[in-house]
């Protein structure tokens, strides 16, 4: 059978290759930080990690790390519910619900596990779930395995949403879920305007913080804080593995009735491994960072302001963001390639989105910013989109 079965991938593989959306990995032999070394030798500015805070290389949470890693040995060996919660779980799920201002909290491995893990746990065929068009997939796929009848809203279209609102109107509960930031703009979901709606139409809102908590909102507590309703809101997923150290992990937390089936029905809790102790135990020694000092966000959102009144001060277009993501629009799917190529030439690494990932003729290169570059390296990553830009005649 495999014979047969091994032709049909290859030509599959080959054609994600003629289609030009063959992905290779970019190997590192550095730690994550705003320069990494690549295998090839080469040294290069980092503009495209989730490491927006620099979590990723604190030796805070190294040393939280190797602390435990030696008091408590390497993993758990067991689910949750059997013998794989820890006080330092219980600790960390603490730290998670008092970051958000929230009742309670479940981690999982992953925010994919908690997105997968959770409509359909708490919804049914009687019930609703409106969801934005550009969710993550993890959420797509969460939506997928539950019964609940899907209704799809335009990206942050308010007017779409009510109308969604309305139709689902016949169905027994309703929830809205959406992205905090999503992550090809860095555009914030309206989270004002989606309580008001939830408001009228009586639904429940659920809101994905994976690129937003740690980085929107003066001191980093994400879209409920920019928008000044913590507590408002039913839901929130996020994840460790991004502005929170980057490691490993995710987590659920909101009303503590919803955490509660969760952890009695939640199928990636129940059935998956626990999270190692040294990365509960670095998470926690992160929110208490959180607390001590808001120094990461100051200096994440002045880089941010920084780089983008340069990069419009040099003529390029740049969509409105409210995240540290930075998106240089260049239409063209092509360009987008080949000046994400030249900046890697000048040691700036950066990635160009094109079609089917964002919109046809909507290529850019997406930039992301975060706590660990300094004025110098985001002076040099203009002077190459300045030079760059010339050369390939998109400024003047
Ligand atoms: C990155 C991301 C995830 C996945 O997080 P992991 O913890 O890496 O599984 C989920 N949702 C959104 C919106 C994300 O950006």
Redesign the pocket.
């Known amino acids: 059978m495999y014979k047969e079965f091994q032709k049909h991938l290859k030509n599959q593989i080959e054609d994600i290759k003629a289609a030009g959306t063959y992905k290779s990995e970019r190997i590192l032999v550095s730690p994550q930080y705003s320069k990494i070394k690549v295998n090839t030798g080469k040294e290069v500015l980092n503009f495209c990690a ?1 490491n927006y805070l620099g979590l990723a290389n604190s030796s805070q949470l190294v040393d939280a790390a190797i602390k435990t890693l030696k008091e408590r040995a390497y993993g758990m060996a067991s689910v949750r519910f059997i013998c794989g919660t820890s006080d330092l779980h219980k600790k960390l799920e603490e730290k998670i619900a008092n970051f958000f201002g929230t009742e309670d909290a479940i981690l999982y491995a ?6 997968t893990g959770l409509f359909e746990t708490i919804l049914t065929d009687e019930d609703a779930i409106l969801s934005d068009s550009l ?5 797509i796929d969460g939506v997928r395995l539950c019964k609940a009848q899907r209704f799809r809203y335009k990206n942050a279209d308010m007017a779409d949403l009510e109308k969604q609102l309305q139709d689902a109107q016949k169905c027994r509960f309703r929830l809205i879920a959406t ?3 999503f ?1 090809m703009d860095g555009n914030v979901a309206p989270l004002t305007e989606i309580i008001k709606l939830a408001e009228k139409y009586g639904a429940m809102i659920m809101v ?1 913080e ?2 937003s908590a740690g980085v929107v909102g003066k001191t980093g507590r994400g879209v409920t804080e920019l928008y000044n309703c913590r507590g408002k809101v039913e839901i929130i ?1 996020g ?4 502005a929170f150290g980057g490691a ?3 987590f659920t937390t909101g009303k503590k009735e919803i955490i509660e089936i969760l952890r009695q029905r939640s199928r990636p809790y129940l059935f998956s491994n626990s999270i190692p102790p040294m990365v509960a135990a670095a998470g926690v020694r992160m929110f208490e960072m959180m607390d001590e000092t808001n120094e990461l966000q100051d200096k994440l959102h002045a880089n941010t302001e920084y780089f983008i009144a340069k990069m419009k001060a040099a003529g390029f277009d740049i969509k409105d963001t409210q995240s540290a993501i930075c998106a240089v629009m260049l239409y063209d799917a092509a360009l987008a390639g080949q000046f994400a190529d030249k900046l890697l030439e000048e040691g700036v690494y950066v990635i160009g989105f094109s079609f089917p990932i964002v919109p046809k003729d909507q290529a850019r290169i997406r930039v992301q910013l975060s706590a660990v570059h300094e004025k110098e390296h985001l002076d040099k990553a203009v002077n190459a989109f300045i030079k760059i830009g010339k050369e390939l005649k998109v400024i003047k």
């Open positions: 989730n992953s925010c994919f596990d908690a997105n969710n993550h997939a993890s959420i992205d905090g930031v992550s994905d994976s690129h997923t994840t460790l593995g991004k490993i992990g995710g």
